[in-house]
């Protein structure tokens, strides 16, 4: 993968673009010598958006899926920090 600093990427800006969709090569941009952004075909980033839509819906259906313990009102929430605090108090 070629590297391009940000000044000589926005001066061939159209070039890279055309290299990018027909040579289906991503390119990388720096700043300041470090990696800033990628050129990638516009397939790919498609595919990583799926493939980042399926790892995010499956890490949400599992979160759901995970046991939460016993539930309680707020009432009961406060009363048991209430008694926490009283045990730890004396």
């Known amino acids: 993968m070629e590297t391009y ?12 673009v055309s290299r990018v969709r027909h040579g289906r090569e991503p390119i ?12 990638v075909p516009i397939e790919e980033l498609e595919e990583l958006l799926r493939l980042r839509d399926e790892t995010d819906l499956a890490e949400a ?12 009102t707020h009432d009961e929430f406060m009363a048991q920090l209430e008694a926490e605090d009283r045990r730890a108090a004396s």
């Open 28 to 39: 990388l941009i720096s700043e300041y010598g470090k990696p800033a952004a990628a050129l």
């Open 5 to 16: 600093p940000l000044v000589e990427a926005r001066n061939q800006l159209g070039q890279l």
């Open 61 to 72: 259906k599992a979160h759901e899926a995970e046991p939460t313990g016993p539930s309680m």
